[in-house]
């Protein structure tokens, strides 16, 4: 993961794996000796050479790293490059590739832009469910990869690996059907972008005023994209129903039971598991084995029985 101070002067990392010799991927490389400031290491009109990569391996050189400004360069090179490239290990380019989608999907919401953020999520969601689909990515692969904070990219990319892990298991459809998966996840709480930054982010506990505020969440988000003929219809079920729960105690509409769609309950194990797993302002991580048995407690009652058994059954493979 990039340091922070990097990450505040405008850079974002680069696997050197994903680089390619004699392949322009348009933007300027840097390179950073001895934990000190970037230095310019090649031009983007300069391709890398086999020599260049050699010597970046000896050197222990795993990461280069580009502009924020050029992310969308690098973004369409990995489309374009690699992550069809079976050469690179799966994980590398799911980190790769959620990495520099983070810039393009923040800015997106940010801007009030929710086409360019439907139009992200389907590009991500369809690359990774790629990469688990045909590479059959366990969890225990991806798992210490994925970053375990509660910001918003990081909670949603996190939700949509786990969502596509989940649904293969369960055999739940073909790549394309998981690639709806991975963008309907990507989404589920493209409603939270409504709601003030200083509730979300506050280091206390939200009061009981600003929970509501937060729990109006499902349904702007489903409002937002209902409309959409880009998005189907159990997409947008898990933007809607994610916190519904199968007694009926959850929100926004009290849902219970087969008024749940499939894909909805999907998304509320891996949500509430990356939830709790994830640290926040005002606690530390729930350690994943202790989230494992609230999720098996609550089976059947809260969250849907079958896939609490799947999902925990994949955590507990975890070192």
């Known amino acids: 993961m990039i340091s922070a101070s990097l990450q505040s002067q405008g850079y974002l990392p680069v696997a050197t794996a994903t680089l390619f010799p ?16 970037l230095e310019l290491y090649r031009h983007g009109s300069y391709p890398l050479t086999k ?17 924020y400004a050029d992310a969308e360069f690098y973004r369409k090179y990995l489309c374009e490059q690699v ?44 690359g990774m469910a790629t990469m688990i689909a045909d590479q059959a990515v366990k969890l225990e692969e991806v798992y210490d990869l994925l970053e375990h904070d509660y910001y918003t990219f990081t909670h949603v990319c996190n939700v949509s690996t786990y969502c596509v892990i989940l649904a293969r298991e369960l055999g739940l459809g ?14 589920h709480d493209i409603g939270k972008r409504h709601v003030p930054k200083d509730v979300l982010n506050k280091k206390d506990k939200p009061t009981d005023e600003e929970w509501q505020i937060i729990r109006n969440h499902p349904g ?6 209902c409309h959409r003929a880009d998005l189907i219809w159990p997409q947008l079920m898990m933007v809607y129903q994610h916190h519904e729960r199968l ?15 499939q894909w909805a309950r999907l998304c509320a194990v891996v949500d509430v598991f990356d939830a709790l797993t994830c640290s926040r302002p005002y606690r530390e991580p729930v350690p994943a084995r202790e989230v494992c048995n609230y999720l098996k407690d609550n089976a059947g009652k809260w969250f849907d029985a079958e896939m609490v058994t799947c999902w925990t059954a994949q955590v507990e493979r975890l070192r």
């Open 22 to 37: 004699a392949t322009e991927i348009n933007c300027d490389l840097f390179v950073q000796h001895n934990n000190h400031n």
């Open 51 to 67: 020599e260049d990569l050699r010597r970046l391996a000896m050197a222990g050189v795993d990461h280069l790293y580009i502009r």
């Open 83 to 126: 992550l069809n490239e079976t050469t690179i290990p799966a994980p590398a380019r799911m980190s790769a590739l959620r990495e520099v989608t983070r810039v393009a999907f923040q800015e997106a919401l940010e801007g009030n832009d929710p086409n360019r953020a439907v139009e992200i999520a389907t590009d991500l969601g369809r």
């Open 174 to 187: 073909d790549k394309g059907v998981l690639s709806q998966v991975a963008t309907g996840a990507l989404l």
């Open 220 to 225: 702007s988000g489903y409002q937002e994209l």
């Open 247 to 261: 007694d009926g105690s959850g929100y926004p509409c009290r849902a219970a039971d087969g008024d749940i769609h």
